[in-house]
């Protein structure tokens, strides 16, 4: 069973800094340019040079004399309205942090959001604009600043930069559409941004691999976008008339049905995704996903974790629970995520990284002792979901129909012997009579006819009681798999 759970590699640096990593190129330099994205840098151990950090692409851009600051500058403009600009100009813009504002319904003049308090700064005259970007300057030293890949080319980015996504997923059986527009430069930062668990030698944390998750459950200051769907769905689910155990069922089932990313795991590609990539990709693999359940399932107030199976090279969510209905008592149940299934079922098979249901087993579905040895990691507090109790209900309702089909197919199948039995009888019989017939035996012949023609009755009465359960083992059959069906919503 692969997934590509998290593997991690120790790398020791001289200076006694231990880095957890993922396989990613210049994460540290790039790690640098995300965390100074939009700020301007005054290179301190020369001449005072000025350098912009393009939001855009991460790479740092030489401001050169005023004039020719206040040029590219500009060319970094982003086109607003004059509706999105009183907007900013009163609440500021938390989502441009560092861009060029550009009013272009007025004069095109140009405003800084400066990244420290997300207000906007009038740039004015070439000399002004000069001298308020020195203002907000950042000291950096020489060996910092040529860590960050220096740029050549600008690329203008439109106001609307955005993609559209187009969602569907089944809950209680009955389909459900969202269509949502992504940021692509919110894409673009977080799939920039470190992959990476950093921390020096004797600071450790006690569980590097649960700090290291805590990487991807942490939004971006800049993202209004990953709650924003989720807020979505809750209001799609109340116009439906969930409950709110309902709503939290029905977001997991909005995961479950995201493709698995069967690409990035012939790639190779153990990169994984922060839940705003799974999102925008509409693709991920089990840590993915699982990472996104997560994240919602505590912003809809329920305590959840990260299950990892290492032994299985599994990841799956886990939302609290009763202990009763927990895994090995852990006060967290199951979610896969890589296909649905009803909250707190453990998939019976799971084949080249994705579940699937058998229905040739319907046992064990609550126990995950099949995958090997549990770690729980993340773990947080939060409410208790309670709905692990009816699908217990369900799957002990679907067991008892299967057990039942069982017994009812063993009483078909003496059936059909007892009337495969007569039926030879009756051919033995009809071999005789034909005999004596032939032979010329006739009043022999007219003695056993009766008791033959009586035999013949007594099977066609069988016969009709063994289509009758046939029928009735037919529809039982057609009721249980209606039932499966719908329970996995296949």
């Not at 851009?61 to 500058?73: K, S, V």
């Not at 969602?167 to 470190?194: C, E, V």
């Not at 066609?460 to 919503?489: G, P």
């Amino acid at each position: 069973m692969r997934c590509h759970r998290v593997n991690l590699r120790l790398i020791f640096g001289l200076a006694g800094l231990i880095l957890l990593i993922w396989p990613f190129s210049d994460a540290r330099a790039e790690s640098s340019a995300v965390r100074l994205s939009g700020r301007i840098l005054l290179q301190v151990q020369s001449q005072g040079e000025a350098w912009y950090i393009n939001p855009l692409d991460w790479r740092r851009y030489y401001l050169g004399r005023p004039a020719d600051a206040f040029a590219l500058m500009r060319r970094f403009g982003l086109g607003i309205s004059e509706q999105n600009y009183k907007k900013f100009a009163q609440t500021g813009a938390a989502n441009l942090k560092g861009r060029i504002l550009l009013r272009t319904e007025t004069s095109g003049e140009a405003y800084y959001v400066n990244p420290e308090d997300n207000r906007l700064y009038y740039l004015g005259r070439p000399a002004d604009a000069f001298a308020l970007m020195r203002r907000f300057g950042l000291g950096i030293n020489n060996q910092d600043l040529n860590k960050i890949t220096v740029g050549t080319n600008v690329v203008a980015v439109a106001v609307d930069d955005t993609v559209a996504r187009s969602y569907d997923w089944r809950y209680q059986d009955k389909i459900y559409y969202l269509s949502a527009k992504l940021s692509t430069n919110l894409y673009q930062i977080y799939n920039h941004s470190p992959k990476v668990y950093t921390y020096y030698a004797g600071q450790e944390p006690i569980d590097i691999r649960d700090a290291f998750y805590g990487l991807f459950l942490r939004l971006n200051s800049a993202d209004n976008e990953t709650n924003g769907l989720l807020a979505a769905l809750e209001k799609k689910a109340a116009a439906s008339g969930l409950t709110s155990e309902e709503t939290a069922a029905f977001a997991l089932a909005f995961i479950q049905y995201l493709p698995y990313d069967y690409e990035k795991v012939a790639a190779g590609n153990n990169n994984p995704y922060y839940p705003f990539e799974t999102l925008y990709l509409q693709k991920g693999v089990c840590a993915d996903k699982s990472f996104l359940a997560v994240l919602w399932l505590r912003r809809l107030g329920y305590g959840a974790a990260i299950l990892d199976f290492p032994d299985s090279n599994h990841s799956a969510a886990g939302i609290a629970c009763p202990a009763a209905d927990s895994l090995a008592g852990s006060g967290y149940c199951y979610v896969e995520t890589t296909n649905y299934f009803p909250v707190g079922i453990v998939p019976p098979s799971i084949t080249n990284g994705q579940a699937s249901s058998t229905v040739e087993n319907l046992d064990n579905l609550f126990s995950a002792a099949r995958l090997g040895r549990m770690e729980i990691k993340q773990a947080s507090a939060g409410k208790i979901y309670q709905g692990v109790a009816a699908v217990k209900a369900e799957v002990a309702d679907l067991q008892k129909e299967q057990q039942r089909l069982k017994q009812n197919k063993i009483e078909l199948d003496a059936k059909q012997a007892s009337l495969d039995s007569v039926y030879q009888s009756l051919k033995t019989q009809e071999r005789s009579l034909s005999a004596y017939k032939a032979n010329g035996e006739i009043d022999t012949y007219n003695r056993l006819v009766p008791a033959y023609n009586e035999a013949v009755a007594a099977y066609q009465i069988q016969a009709a009681a063994y289509e009758q359960a046939a029928n009735a083992y037919n529809l039982a059959i057609q009721a249980f798999n209606q039932h499966y069906r719908l329970f996995y919503q296949e």
